[in-house]
């Protein structure tokens, strides 16, 4: 193994924007290769470590001495202004900012929602979300139609409305407030759409909790109930990460899966003769794209060695995802979009006890949606050139901001 060195070349400046819309950033590559554990500069100010192969990737996010709790000084937020980061601080945690013990007491009794079982009962339900909108685009007298609008973002909010047992007439409510959330605005947009969206939610739990139904809000306010230990606030929280990150994600790999596949039409001859290697296709598709990268961020709680450099305790710790995904020495050839290769150990779902929750959902989505887009409308083609489209270089999740298609 190449041995980890901090300091020898320049640490970038966050954020990096790709230089090609399919690529990570260049200087990705150039730190992976000369300095794979290396500070970095954060626009909330200071310095953190960035790490950015596999093996050291996969070790940061696996270690208890690092922590995910952001109301650690030294916690830092990727791309984030500091008054962002104080926001995000004073909120009570969600899921994916406690540690340890506080952590899994929260994730377990949410676990058995996404189990594979749970999940197989909801194959067919998906499948008629995504046959109904395809519905409506082969019905509409007007082309191009954009993807985003008329696949790739209703499908997730519809499934994660249901799931939550959300109404899905409040979804252009909530994918609004989402996206200004995750999008660079400015500060008083993001705090504004903040609190919106939290106190919406604030006021669902509190319907449920006098009318609970038989989704999954429902059910955990049955389980406290019967438990005699009422969180409303967890709740709230709860509710607030699936929805926010229950759509926002799973649309933008749609889109993005779309378009790489419509330019790698080798790629999708595979899978459209061969519908068995769609989970394939997905798995490669969420290596090659990443589209939440950086948000894995750590505080060292001790001081930790990892390849060879000493991060002392109160360091911020960045693993980039994109780059570890891209990492020649985890997957060879990465910049080739292969959808034989078993991507599977990829980093999209992150590693370790807060890997996502919510990922065999997700992958459920996608190969669905694939895999019916492209056998109902097979001669399915880009209304833009590739690299004309509006990706989200202004976004902390990337994707495209509108999908131009015909047939």
């Keep these: 193994m190449t041995k980890s060195v901090a300091g020898e070349v320049a640490g970038l400046e966050l954020p990096v924007e790709r230089d090609c819309p399919f690529a990570p950033p260049a200087a990705y590559e150039r730190l992976r290769e000369q300095a794979p ?3 970095v500069h954060l626009t909330s100010g200071g310095e953190a470590w ?5 093996e050291e990737a996969r070790v940061v996010l696996a270690d208890p001495r690092f ?6 000084d030294g916690y830092p937020l990727y791309a984030l202004d500091a008054a962002t980061l104080q926001l995000q601080r004073s909120q009570p945690p969600v899921m994916l900012g406690m540690d340890g013990a506080e952590h899994a007491a929260a994730r377990r009794p949410v676990i058995g929602e996404f189990t594979v079982k749970r999940l197989a009962a909801l194959r067919p339900r998906i499948q008629d979300i995504v046959d109904h909108f395809i519905d409506d685009m082969l019905t509409t007298d007007q082309h191009p139609v954009d993807l985003v609008q008329a696949l790739s973002l209703p499908v997730p909010s519809l499934v994660i409305c249901e799931l939550l047992g ?3 007439t409040d979804h252009d409510f909530f994918q609004s407030r989402t996206t200004m959330m995750v999008r660079r605005t400015s500060l008083e947009d993001r705090r504004r759409a903040f609190a919106e969206l939290r106190a919406y939610i604030d006021d669902l739990v509190t319907h449920k909790e006098s009318e609970p139904g038989d989704d999954l809000l429902g059910r955990q306010i049955a ?3 019967k438990e005699g230990v009422l969180d409303h606030v967890g709740l709230v929280s709860l509710a607030f990460l699936l929805l926010t990150a229950g759509h926002e994600t799973t649309a933008n790999m749609i889109s993005l899966g779309v ?3 419509l330019t790698h039409p080798e790629q999708l001859a595979l899978i459209t003769a061969d519908p068995d290697k769609t989970p394939m296709a997905v798995e490669e598709l969420l290596r090659y794209f990443t589209i939440a990268d950086g948000v894995t961020s750590r505080v060292a709680t001790e001081d930790v060695e990892i390849g060879g450099v000493s991060i002392k305790a109160g360091e911020g710790v ?3 995802t994109l780059s570890a995904d891209w990492d020649p020495a985890a997957f060879k050839d990465p910049a080739e979009l292969d959808i034989e290769r078993g991507a599977r150990h990829h980093l999209a779902f992150g590693f370790g006890p ?3 929750l919510g990922q065999n959902l997700a992958r459920m989505e996608l190969q669905i949606v694939f895999d019916t887009l492209f056998r109902r409308i097979p001669t399915l083609r880009l209304a833009a050139p590739a690299e004309d489209l509006p990706f989200k270089n202004d976004a902390v999740v990337y994707g495209v901001h509108e999908l131009p298609v015909t047939w």
């Design 37 to 39: 554990i290396n500070k």
């Design 50 to 54: 960035w790490v950015s192969r596999l």
């Design 67 to 72: 922590s995910s709790d952001r109301r650690n």
């Design 166 to 168: 959300v109404p899905y």
């Design 223 to 225: 389980r406290q109930r």
């Design 259 to 261: 378009v790489a596949l």
């Design 318 to 320: 960045i693993v980039s």
């Design 354 to 356: 807060h890997q996502c």
